[in-house]
């Protein structure tokens, strides 16, 4: 993960394309017609304008992009955001970037972009299945493109990435071939295993390619929230429960009191003071409250949603989620008011029906929330909603205190 990218784009569309996948992947994205100096976005899109410049021309605007953005090696990363099928000085500006990065820096290359029919297989650049070089783009009056096979075009070796192979062993094979390596991406599984390979080389990489790649490198790269995300199951329906018990399977820690525990308040207070000092979390953890089982004695509804909501507020003051998952009214409403929340601000779905926000007022506004209704949602709409509350952006004006 980082907390800034400098995208260096050749033409001013491909830079608007690739600040768009960072926005729409939660991160503040500022796109500059021409170098225009520092700026407090955490993605930076730059129009050099080189795409057809002659190759030297083309490596003077990406060193004095670069500079003009004040560069840093400790925090920015960068992306060079090059036509899907490669028209252009592609060898020059890359050489360009490792130069003025230094150090043992990877230019990991892959130009793919499946949702457009762009795709890159044994190494050749496909349009719709076709060559490049036997398309249009072959005989553009401009930039034409004479061949379609990349390692031959850039000079550089082809790594095949073994499918089976974890993030450090497909960062490992990389770096063994630099400084330029082209990967192959036939679709957007294989997009996302190069982003995995860009992530894990970390500083020594340099991304090449187009939207595409950009779009699993915005997601890749993007800031987790810290804490564990806490999911309140209030409803007794058995589609909530079924929806808790899979996100338990799925490795969620789950707190579920019997019905004993609810009704008698002494003995609420001594279990609750013991989960709140007792259930440590890491930061990517997720915790399910939810009631008794429905084999056992019948507790009353708004008892339920009382006691659950009374231990998610003791939880949030401890823990500090990364965010909330409320399922069931009534519980829902316990949560908010035991939290002093005023409502939620919504912005969002993360289905039909699951909205996603954040709470306005008290001392936890901007932490972010989804609600669901009890009888509501597919079978994984639990894991979803925690996925989605997980990866909700980092905005210093919307986080809790």
Known sequence: MTSRVVVLADDLTGAADTAGQFDRAGWTAELQVGPGGPSDAEVVAINTDS???EPAAAADAIRTALDKVALEEDWAAVYLKVDSTLRGPVRAMTHAVLQARGGDVVAVVCPAFPAVGRTMVAGTLLVHGVPVAETAVGRDPVTPVR???????????????????DDTELASAL??????V???ARDEVDLDRVARAVLALGNQAVAVGSAGLAAHLARRWRPLRSGPVLVVVSSLHDASRGQAELLAAAGARRIQPVAATLEDAGAWERFARSVVSGTPLDDFGV?????????????????VAGRLGDLAARLTSIQRPAGLVLAGGDGALAVLSALSATGIRLDGEVANGVPIGSLTGGPYAGLPVVTKAGGFGADDILIRAAEAVRSRPLDPRRSCA
């Open 51 to 53: 795409r057809a410049l």
């Open 147 to 165: 061949e379609s096979h990349v390692p031959t075009l850039l000079g550089a070796p082809l790594v095949e990435l073994d499918p089976q192979a």
């Open 182 to 184: 082209v990967v192959d």
């Open 287 to 303: 915790l399910v409250l939810m009631g008794p089982a429905r084999d056992g004695e019948a507790v009353e509804p708004s008892l």
């Open 175 to 180: 770096r063994g071939h630099g400084p330029v």
